[in-house]
């Protein structure tokens, strides 16, 4: 007979002891269960001691994560977060060298626990480890070259107890002191350091900078660029990893006017050849932290056009004039004339035939071109490096089609424009960046001026492509609309370089576009006949159904939502599911991501769909107003959807992906009779209607569907017509 549904049967343990097999009355108080225990050891003062999970991660049972307690789970007696709090406490500032040493490591390991940790800080213990740091360590420096590995690991559990105890959240970032930021980057500025310390400190600085403007501007006095490289010479991709993470979170709290000079220097030493060399090129595999920051840093770099990509050009500036100039100059090889010569007819006259040679909507004054926001200046300066550096390719393109008729000339100026506009799309230029991507381009990191090499590379494609069409100025989108598939298919393959980027696009000529999209158009046949489309709207209330109870379905099952912080690496978990009978949301905190379904009676909290008023997404959501970098993040808003249930209560969202965005937005919309209208809906429609008319309309006249399945024939009597190769 099974045991009842509250009561769970596990293992405790205690040291020096037989381990005892119990039952758990869920519904009992815990502390009454400690009492039990204890008194089946005769240990007295039972509120001294508490139960833990017997694992690698010894977690504190409490009120809160009883239910996570599972059949067959391992718990330890230890004693309570209170009184292990005190002791170490204490322990760690012993005089002793190795008592220190082994206390500080056990602080580590405890402080995981955010049980442990609310007790720790609670005895001011944030503030002791900060003062070890700033001044403790130092009458141990005497000791460190007789004792280096000793001084290391004492130093490194002191920072590792300090950041776990940080990542719970429970102290503000603003509380510290600018002795303890300078004792910090001093571990990061020295040139042999203890691994394991250099991690630390440089987790700790990104944190700082990126959770309060007050320490960006500490740290940023503290740390400069220059000390950073090395560590990004050596061969851990770890130290590497928080390198980057530090120089993405110095320049994305930078001000504005500083990101230019912080830019500068980067170049200046040379980050983008070591990174290449050193971490892209290297041969070690990049992991998706890595990944994701060399995203970041992708993004950071070409955020800095974002100013010029704004600007619009002043038609009356000479100095700004003088570039379309220059332009005119170099395509035609004219030198500017003196002001005496000719008429002023006749002047005018030659530019502006000169000017619509060069491709501007405005013959007249080209400049009026580039007051349209985005791309505004930074197309001019585009074309200018195009011209300057690129010099032969651009007199022939301009030439070229100068000398073609008027009705199939690629002008110059206007695809130049309207190039630049899309690059800034695809690459998303002034857009921050998502906190789950890891897209970023190998090629990118091969140029100083990539971006403007990425341009000159399509604005010759663009050229080939509109010759290949032989379009007029009429079919300039369709000749734009096939350039941007062109490079969005070559980036999908991820070139390691700018020049193995123009050698996938010489493969995907117009030609091959078009066989491409003749391929995928015969996959997704679209029937137009009027007794075609009176059978789809017939099936379709059907399909809808099925993708409601899909819907539905995928909410009894659950999903795992990550809890957003300011560090990345430690992610903290909850879990949403529905009731079978679709009556009760239940929902609760994690530990860790769990592996496969969460039962409902180990998640804490409900809420009855009945309660439901209204599913609220994007940035009309509570938790998506608050302000902050993460927070305004488009992709981040993109995910966010909220409930509200009750008085203004709201049970706030973010998805880990868009699939699940959809299904978890189309399911509560479902559950409360309104209409599901996400793009997943849309394409499963589509997918699911079209299968089901290809499949009612496949041509079965005067073939018999048998009932059952047809027998198996008898073997042969003999296998005399088996032919042996031999």
Not at 95 to 106: C, F, I, V
Not at 222 to 237: M, R
Not at 359 to 366: E, L, S
Not at 432 to 458: A, G, K, V, W, Y
């Amino acid at each position: 007979m099974p045991p009842p549904a509250d009561t769970v049967k596990v293992a405790i343990e205690w040291p020096g002891a037989f381990p005892k097999l119990m039952e758990i009355d869920q519904k009992k108080p815990l502390s009454a269960i400690i009492k039990e225990v204890c008194e089946g050891w005769s240990l007295g003062n039972h509120e001294n001691f508490a139960l833990q999970i017997a694992d690698a991660t010894n977690f504190y049972i409490t009120e809160k994560n009883r239910n996570d307690i599972k059949n067959g789970s391992i718990l330890r007696l230890t004693t309570s977060p209170y009184q292990t709090a005190i002791q170490l406490h204490e322990r760690i500032q012993s005089s002793s060298m190795d008592a220190k040493l082994e206390s500080l490591k056990d602080l580590a390991n405890a402080s995981r626990d955010i049980t442990f940790a609310q007790e720790f800080i609670n005895l001011d213990g944030i503030s002791l480890l900060t003062l070890m740091v700033e001044s403790g360590t130092e009458r141990y420096q005497k000791l460190q070259k007789i004792m280096k590995p000793c001084f290391g690991d004492l130093l490194s559990f002191t920072l590792t107890a300090f950041v776990e105890l940080m990542d719970h959240g429970i102290v503000s970032w603003d509380t510290f002191s600018v002795a303890f930021i300078k004792k910090i980057a001093s571990y990061v500025n020295k040139s042999a350091m203890d691994t394991a310390v250099l991690q630390r400190s440089l987790a700790i600085l990104e944190s700082m900078v990126l959770n309060s403007q007050d320490l960006y501007h500490k740290v940023a006095q503290e740390i400069t660029i220059g000390q950073l490289i090395p560590h990004l010479q050596g061969t851990d991709q770890d130290i590497q990893t928080y390198t980057i993470a530090v120089i993405n979170a110095l320049f994305l709290k930078a001000p504005e006017e500083k990101r230019q000079e912080m830019a500068h220097i980067l170049a200046q030493k040379q980050l983008r050849s070591i990174i290449l060399s050193n971490v892209i090129r290297s041969s070690t595999p990049i992991n998706d932290e890595m990944a994701h920051q060399l995203y970041v840093l992708q993004v950071l770099t070409f955020n800095l056009l974002e100013d010029r990509m704004m600007t619009k050009m002043d038609p009356q500036d000479q100095a700004q004039r003088d570039i379309i100039f220059e332009l005119r100059r170099i395509a035609f090889d004219v030198e500017c004339e003196p002001n005496n010569s000719g008429s002023i007819e006749k002047r005018k006259s030659m530019y502006t035939r000169d000017y619509k040679k060069l491709g501007f909507i405005n013959h007249v004054n080209p400049a009026v071109d580039f007051t349209q926001i985005p791309p505004g200046m930074l197309a001019l300066d585009n074309m200018l490096y195009f011209a300057r550096h690129h010099q032969d390719a651009y007199i022939r393109i301009v030439l070229e089609n100068s000398s073609r008729e008027d009705k199939h000339e690629c002008p110059f100026g206007r695809s130049s424009i309207e190039l630049t506009k899309m690059l800034c799309e695809i690459l998303k230029v002034g857009e921050l960046p998502s906190e789950n991507c890891h897209d970023f381009h190998p090629m990118f990191f091969t140029h100083d001026r990539s971006f403007e090499e990425f341009f000159c590379i399509c604005i010759q494609l663009l050229n080939k492509t509109w010759k290949e069409m032989r379009a007029t100025s009429e079919d300039f989108n369709k000749v734009m609309q096939v350039v941007r598939e062109q490079i969005m298919r070559a980036l999908t393959l991820k070139p390691n370089s700018l020049d193995q980027f123009k050698s996938r696009l010489q493969n995907l000529s117009y030609t091959e576009i078009l066989k491409i999209r003749q391929s995928e158009r015969m996959n997704q046949e679209d029937f137009q006949s009027r007794p075609i489309l009176e059978l789809r709207e017939k099936i379709q209330p059907e399909i809808m159904e099925l993708i409601k109870q899909q819907r539905l379905n995928r909410l009894c099952d659950g999903t795992c939502f990550r809890k957003i912080s300011s560090r990345r690496r430690q992610d903290k978990f909850w879990y949403c599911r529905l009731s079978p009978n679709h009556k009760v949301l239940h929902y609760g905190d994690l530990e860790e991501s769990p592996q496969g379904e969460v039962p409902h009676d180990s998640l804490q909290d409900k809420l009855p769909v009945a309660d439901i008023k209204a599913v609220i997404t994007g940035k009309d959501c509570p938790h998506m107003k608050e302000k902050g970098a993460l927070k305004q993040n488009k992709e981040v808003l993109e995910l966010a959807f909220s409930v509200l249930y009750e008085s203004d209560e709201y049970l706030n969202f973010i998805a880990p992906d868009k699939h699940e965005y959809c299904v978890w937005t189309d399911g509560l919309n479902a559950l409360l009779g309104k209409e599901m209208t996400s793009n997943c809906t849309k394409s499963d429609m589509d997918t699911l209607l079209s299968m089901e008319m290809k499949l009612r309309l496949l041509d079965l006249e005067n073939i018999q569907i048998p009932e059952a399945p047809p027998p198996i024939p008898k073997e042969p009597s003999n296998y005399d017509f088996v032919y042996d190769c031999n």
